[in-house]
């Protein structure tokens, strides 16, 4: 399985960045969908997550902000980032926990990471 970002970049505080994640390979069911990020000299930290049910939960930081979505049809999903600010600046990657058949476990899979830069 292959997770694959695209929509980060520079941005001015104030600003919106719309990120996509889109899933390949052999997948029977992606139970849950988010976006983690790290920012220089911090940790990874959860940004946003939500399940094929579409329960969603966000990080106190982000939230009223940012919005997560999914397309299950596509192995979609996305992070509409408004109101950016300067600590909004990280790399954010995308994270799925996929099933490839009915009676496979379900494993974690990550993306390569997209640069987000908020200038102030």
């Known amino acids: 399985v292959l997770l694959v970002e695209s929509g980060g970049g520079l941005v001015q505080a104030g600003g919106s960045l719309r990120l996509s994640c889109s899933a390949s390979g052999t997948i029977y069911s992606i139970p849950a969908m988010g976006w983690y990020r790290q920012g220089p000299g911090k940790e990874r930290e959860l940004v946003a997550g939500?399940?094929?049910?579409?329960?969603?939960n966000y990080a106190d930081s982000v939230k009223g902000r940012f919005t997560i979505s999914r397309d299950n049809g596509k192995n979609t999903v996305y992070l509409q980032m408004n109101s950016l600010k300067p600590e909004d600046t990280a790399v954010y990657y995308c994270?799925?926990?996929?099933?490839?058949?009915?009676?496979?476990?379900?494993?974690?899979?990550w993306g390569k990471g997209t640069l987000v830069t908020v200038s102030s």
């Open positions: 939500i399940t094929s049910a579409e329960r969603k």
């Open positions: 994270n799925a926990d996929v099933r490839s058949s009915r009676w496979n476990y379900v494993m974690e899979y």
